[in-house]
């Protein structure tokens, strides 16, 4: 990557301080030319220390700036990124109407595009006037929006900075094939890698139900989505390890040569081998895809990692969305959260969206998952007008809790919340007390639709048992991912964003435009002594 060009600045600041020594400052002078040879003779470190002290707050002339941005350039020679960014800022807020500002916003693009921190780099851009800077900015731009390779960054970055170049590097990614080696993606078929906590040495047939159970179920619906795939003319094989979160065990195994022949991964399920997986993912542009979490981060930055579920921040998000446009009894929504950092993404997201729509926060709490506590925060807008209530929580009492404390302090509002917050086998209608009540369900199984009937009924054949949720999510992200590799192929990014797919699987489908998280997000009403889809 070109790094920032000094010399114009240089140039200047030595001219101006020639100016500036004619009138005065012998000391000050003196110590700055030391330190500036310091730095001439490629001394950082001892020019770093000479600088900080002469851009010490008790000095007044005009030499102080030249000092604090002389610290921040040796910072830099010493690739201390962090702490050259604190000085330059420094610089900024003591001296904000320096005539030379815009030569310190370049540095900390610089800084921030080093760092991946795109938006601060777009914030400092556009404060540049100076035509000469403009230029080394162009060129600074370019590089870095060139390595950028995650369309949920650039789409992001292109929404809210609306930059031609990122533009640009949208409509070149989206035209060039996925892979490097296009070549395995025509071979007639695919391998996929499963990696899941099977457990096999201690699997024991007479157990009725085993700890890995939702592995086995997930598996299972795997071998009937390959099975359904082949019957339209796309073979997968699929090749199961036994991968549960041991991280030298995933790393014994990306050095196995079979391994290295997977065109793509399923799981791994934990956190310590999903690191390491989605790490060999990045290097060799092997999709990973993450069938069970919710956790955005497992996607930041990383554009051939994709999950199954909507993350925590889409499903604020789309709740949101769904409620700005629900006839709710009023604009105006109490949010409350517990203690899971999931809780706490959810609830912060939906405020967000929320407040866009024009609705009024008359509450943002997070409280202990308990009737007493609930009830405690329940008391605090018992007298104010609301049209509904937003609970994001993990806790299974906690829904319970919030509606008896809903009932005790006499607030008779809908209830929107995460379904994790209830017991499904321990809801009644009495609890319900005839209220509204919204769940955000990402595993919701709607058994009306006929795709679930015919997966049943033949799950049931081949394993004498009802699927499980994880059947129904190994079934269903085969199917739809081999389905997508089958027709695109090295350019699978294209078949994901060109439409959402929600027919012909069991669950809700799958909608990846121009992001790798889940968009479709199931919201479920209770009805009829049972959850049904909101309308």
Known sequence: M??????????????????????????????????????????????????????NTRYDNALVPFSIYFKGLSLLKLNKNTEAGHALKSLLYRFPNWEKTDEVKYL?????????????????????????????????KSGYINQISDMNVLSELNNKF?????????????????????????????????????????????KGHRNNQYALDMYQGMKLAKQKLGSEGVTVNLFVYDMANDSDEMLNLINNAP?????????????????????????????IIN????????IYKVPYAFL?????????????????????????????????????????????????????????????????SISAALQNIADKAIGHIFLASEEKRAGNAMLSAMDKNGINVSLFSTIEAFNKTNLSAGMMNNREIYCIDPEFIDTEKPEV????????????????????????????????????????????????????FTLYGFDYQKTNDNQNVPITTFQNYKFVPAR
Request: charged share 25%.
């Open 2 to 55: 070109k790094k920032p060009v000094f010399c114009f600045f240089l140039l200047f600041f030595i001219n101006t301080f020639q100016m500036l020594a004619q009138t005065g400052f012998a000391e000050y002078e003196s110590k700055y030319n030391k330190a500036k040879g310091f730095f001439d003779n490629g001394d950082f470190e001892r020019a770093r220390g000479e600088f900080n002290l002469l851009g």
């Open 108 to 140: 900390l693009v610089y800084i921030s595009f080093e760092d991946k921190n795109y938006a601060d780099a777009f914030s400092y851009a556009k404060e540049i006037k100076d035509e000469d800077v403009l230029n080394d900015l162009d060129e600074l």
């Open 162 to 206: 609306s930059d031609e170049k990122i533009s640009k590097r949208i409509k070149s990614l989206s035209s060039i094939p996925e892979v490097d080696n296009p070549s395995k993606w025509t071979k007639g078929y695919f391998n996929i890698g499963a990696l899941l906590p099977i457990d096999i040495k201690n699997l024991d047939p007479d």
């Open 259 to 287: 391994f290295q022949q997977m065109d793509v991964l399923f799981g791994p399920l934990h956190t310590e081998t999903n690191k390491i997986a989605t790490i060999y993912s990045e290097e060799n542009k092997v999709p």
């Open 291 to 298: 069938p069970l979490t919710n956790n955005a981060q497992l």
């Open 308 to 372: 199954s579920q909507p993350s925590n921040v889409t499903q604020g998000i789309k709740a949101a969305q769904f409620a700005g446009s629900h006839a709710f009894s009023g604009r105006s929504v109490a949010i409350y959260y517990t203690s899971s950092p999931n809780d706490s993404i959810t609830a912060t997201t939906y405020r967000q969206q929320i407040e866009k729509s024009g609705f009024t926060i008359v509450d943002f709490k997070k409280v202990p998952a308990t009737l007493e």
């Open 453 to 504: 009937d015919s997966f049943r009924k033949t799950y049931m054949a081949r394993y004498g048992v009802i699927p499980s949720f994880y059947a129904h999510i190994g079934y269903d992200s085969i199917l739809f991912w081999g389905r997508i590799f089958g027709q695109y192929g090295a350019k699978f990014r294209k078949g994901l964003d060109s439409q959402p797919y929600v027919d012909n």
